[in-house]
């Protein structure tokens, strides 16, 4: 039966003053998951918000028959009861708040104890979810099993991992037993298992009843979608059952060589220091309460090595980073050196940051949003979170030509809340690029960047390597994004080195 859950016909949607689709039609029925696909700001999570019914619709025809269907099926006689109700969204970037409900998490907030405690556990968010009516298939027990959060009940959400905090939020869409799931790029940040673990879950959401539609990769597309939208510049220019579907349908510009002379006048403005060690762990251990999060680790990271950091979600990948980054206290009670100098020996944090350059999904998750592209790269000279002071003109240059080089420029008057995704996460990296530090730390640095973004990037992060002496620490859950100046692995399982080469 051809029945109908969704319908925008010929629809103008609009942001603030920004014309975000015009003339837009698209349409989900009974049985039909969708994917989503398209190069990086082409749209797809302005699509997922306005299905979600978050931005202003000008003109055009909306449908929601699933939310008249439920109504009867379910003898709803609510009459503040709406259609809002029974849509659940999973996005980007997750809006926990603290305890005391007075501000959002900040971003080293994990690592301190005791704010960390202002953070509520995992249990508690679960519980505090409202359901849309009567209980659904998907209980609060089914999903504390089905997604494996058992051993997390306990656990502050600020000290989750980057995977750990996906599972929970898609545990917490289907707790409110939605008659549609919307879910912006849930693959980014999952190791292998866990992707292939989400697969399987995909299946069983569909065989619910629940209607999927996600934004994705055109190359991670679950066996669950029935079909395929492609959207290009706000505009869908093909829809059509996963069958007929080709990756060749979409084009990403390829990725030119990097301007070598650019990249070498940038590099060569800032003299570099020599060290030997880089950093040194000698049977590092961090635990919180009973928990050991790394467990006698050992590790030498040499002036110019590149190494790839890999593991599991939790194995504790982040936490070894923030003792290198200087965000994590638990480092004075460890044996740790960094850039020659023993932790603990009077050394500030800021002595620290000065050296690296860092970027990761949580610095993605909480860096501020007010202000412009260009201040956020500038930003990085400081180490703060955010342009404090005054912008001084030969920084802000030198910031222009780093956005130049990673083909952001356009961006750099633009809000940093207001451009794509994509656009925000190559601002950051920028931010990590623009002082030329003797360290790189790059955690997940591709997530949400499109094939041409990825290749381009991976391309300076090699004319940097092959250019300076700089040392380069690289997370990835991909082996295709790891650049070719890698050279060596340290690999965690549970919180000990598991490779060491």
């Not at 049977?283 to 990271?301: A, C, M, P, Q, S």
């Not at 342009?387 to 008057?413: N, T, Y």
């Amino acid at each position: 039966m051809d029945v109908l859950v969704l319908s925008f016909n010929n629809i103008n949607v609009r942001n603030l003053n920004q014309t975000l689709f015009e003339n837009l039609s698209f349409s989900v029925r009974q049985g039909e998951h969708w994917a989503v696909t398209g190069a990086s700001g082409s749209g797809k999570s302005a699509l997922l918000e306005t299905i979600a019914g978050k931005f202003h619709i000008s003109k055009g025809e909306v449908q929601h028959p699933f939310f008249d269907e439920y109504i009867n099926e379910k003898e709803v006689n609510d009459p503040l009861f709406n259609w809002h109700k029974l849509i659940a969204q999973v996005a980007s970037r997750h809006h926990f708040r603290n305890l005391s409900n007075t501000r959002d998490f900040y971003y080293q907030q994990r690592f301190n104890s005791s704010d960390s405690e202002d953070a509520e556990t995992v249990a508690h968010y679960l519980e505090s979810v409202k359901t849309s009516g009567k209980e659904g298939p998907w209980t609060y027990a089914r999903v504390i099993d089905r997604l494996g959060l058992k051993p997390l009940l306990d656990k502050q959400l600020i000290k989750l991992s980057n995977g750990e905090t996906k599972r929970l939020l898609i545990a917490s869409a289907l707790i409110k037993d939605p008659v549609l799931l919307l879910l912006d790029n849930p693959l980014t940040g999952l190791d292998i298992n866990t992707r292939s673990d989400f697969n399987s879950l995909l299946t069983e959401i569909a065989a619910s009843g629940v209607s999927i539609i996600m934004a994705t990769s055109p190359f991670e597309i679950p066996d669950t979608i029935t079909h395929v939208a492609i959207l290009d510049k706000g505009k869908i220019t093909d829809a059509m059952p996963k069958a007929r579907f080709n990756v060749s349908r979409l084009s990403f510009k390829t990725a030119g060589a990097v301007n070598a002379d650019e990249l070498k006048q940038l590099l060569d403005m800032q003299e570099a220091n020599e060290y030997q060690t880089i950093a040194g762990m000698e049977d590092v251990t961090i635990k919180y309460g009973e928990k050991v999060i790394l467990d006698k680790v050992n590790w030498r990271v040499n002036q110019g090595e590149r190494w790839a950091l890999l593991g599991h979600n939790g194995a504790g990948k982040s936490t070894l980073l923030s003792l290198i980054n200087g965000d994590n206290p638990q480092a004075y009670a460890n044996k740790i050196t960094l850039f020659d100098r023993r932790r603990g020996s009077g050394e500030s944090i800021w002595d620290i940051k000065k050296k690296i350059g860092f970027v990761s999904p949580e610095l993605f998750q909480y860096f501020p949003m007010s202000t412009s592209c260009l201040q956020v790269i500038e930003s990085g000279f400081y180490d703060t979170l955010g342009l404090f002071r005054p912008s001084v003109a030969a920084k802000a240059q030198i910031a222009q030509r780093w956005m130049r080089l990673l083909e952001i420029d356009g961006s750099a008057s633009k809000l940093f809340k207001n451009v794509p995704a994509s656009v925000q996460r190559l601002c950051l990296l920028a931010r990590a690029l623009v002082k030329n530090p003797p360290l790189l730390i790059f955690d997940e640095p591709c997530q949400g960047l499109d094939v041409h973004q990825q290749e381009h990037f991976k391309l300076i992060t090699d004319s940097i390597c092959r250019t300076s002496n700089v040392t380069l620490i690289y997370v990835s859950h991909y082996q295709h994004e790891i650049p070719e100046s890698v050279t060596h692995t340290l690999r965690l399982e549970n919180g000990r080195v598991a490779e060491n080469y």
